[in-house]
């Protein structure tokens, strides 16, 4: 079974720091671009950052220098480092997983493997 699981949401104070993880089971992420995105209630799904298959990174404008993603092929894991962390910040994050090697603005229509998503929340 094709699968992706967040993990490392949370509440947390602005200006503070969040970890997500996002594991793959059933298939291996050598060959897949990995993606965060992220929704927030009554807003539209947006991009905050890619990784492509050879490490190529690339982040919304929203959360350059804020959020770090990386990968570790050989656990099969992707990770979201999360820092300064702002009331707008707040959002479902869900990672995702596209079947090509580029992050070249690809929207969500176009990954084939979603998690369910992990809750994000800045608050005081």
């Known amino acids: 079974q094709l699968k992706l699981v967040e993990s490392g949401g949370g509440l947390v104070q602005p200006g503070g720091s969040l970890r997500l993880s996002c594991v793959a089971s059933g298939f291996t992420l050598d060959y897949v671009t990995m993606a965060w995105f992220r929704q927030a209630p009554g807003k539209e799904r947006e991009a905050v950052s890619c990784?492509?298959?050879?490490?190529?990174?690339n982040y919304a404008d929203s959360v350059k220098g804020r959020f770090t993603i990386s990968r570790d092929n050989a656990k099969n894991m992707v990770y979201l480092e999360m820092n300064s962390l702002k009331p707008e910040d707040t959002a479902l994050y869900s990672c995702a997983g596209g079947r090509f090697r580029s992050c070249s603005g690809e929207g969500p229509n176009d990954y084939h493997y979603w998690g369910q998503g992990t809750q994000v929340t800045v608050s005081s």
């Open positions: 990784i492509s298959t050879y490490s190529a990174k």
